[in-house]
T-cell receptor, first 113, second 113 residues
Framework: GQQVMQIPQYQHVQEGEDFTTYCNSSTTLSNIQWYKQRPGGHPVFLIQ?????EVKKQKRLTFQFGEAKKNSSLHITATQTTDVGTYFC?????????????FGKGTHLIIQP | KAGVTQTPRYLIKTRGQQVTLSCSPISGHRSVSWYQQTPGQGLQFLFE???????NKGNFPGRFSGRQFSNSRSEMNVSTLELGDSALYLC????????????FGQGTRLTVV
């Protein structure tokens, strides 16, 4: 079945350093979504990318969707303690309905002040 | 507008028992998806409902079932509980599952002893 892989699993950074997480799908995706889950919380939607090669920015966060629509990345510039959490990428389930999402296992971002 | 509401928030059950979890989606959303989150497996898709019909199902045994009512509220049921069913169960509502952002509830933390 469809697989979405994410690396790294854990990332320790000093506050102020940059952070990047990478996502790869075994199948071509119609779109890719990114979510953030704070410790003890629930996933919260960050962004959706739809077009091949698309790049979107949200303040210090930059999201990219690969040309083949099978990979994506999230880059955070100058991390802050509020960025702590787990970042997930997700693509629509493969199959006729594409209903529901297949999530990567997430990258846990740990920030040391 | 009100978010996704899941009840109960916490549940402790004994092996062999059954459990029913409830999810009220955001008003106007007809798609409800369920996910199981564990430290080892991450977020795994259980099933998705739209207008009272199950449109997609993840790779879980038949002990996991669900339904959706005419008001879009959804329930999931797990019968003959096993220790491995201990997890955070998350419900997500969306306008069009897989292609629009998913709004997650706070989840139900199920512990099987």
């Amino acid at each position: 079945g469809q697989q979405v892989m994410q690396i790294p699993q854990y990332q320790h950074v000093q506050e102020g350093e940059d952070f990047t997480t990478y996502c790869n799908s075994s199948t071509t995706l119609s779109n890719i979504q990114w979510y953030k889950q704070r410790p003890g919380g629930h996933p919260v939607f960050l962004i959706q990318l739809v077009k091949s090669g698309e790049v979107k920015k949200q303040k210090r966060l930059t999201f990219q969707f690969g040309e083949a629509k099978k990979n994506s990345s999230l880059h955070i510039t100058a991390t802050q303690t509020t960025d702590v959490g787990t970042y997930f990428c997700a693509g629509p389930n493969s199959g006729g309905g594409a209903d529901g999402l297949t999530f990567g296992k997430g990258t846990h971002l740990i920030i040391q002040p | 507008k009100a978010g996704v509401t899941q009840t109960p928030r916490y549940l402790i059950k004994t092996r062999g028992q059954q459990v029913t979890l409830s999810c009220s989606p955001i008003s106007g959303h007809r798609s409800v998806s369920w996910y199981q989150q564990t430290p080892g497996q991450g977020l795994q898709f259980l099933f998705e409902y739209f207008s009272e019909t199950q449109r997609n199902k993840g790779n879980f045994p038949g002990r996991f079932s669900g339904r959706q009512f005419s008001n879009s509220r959804s329930e999931m049921n797990v019968s003959t509980l096993e220790l491995g069913d201990s997890a955070l169960y998350l419900c997500a509502s969306s306008f069009m599952s897989g292609n629009t952002e998913a709004f997650f509830g706070q989840g139900t933390r199920l512990t099987v002893v």
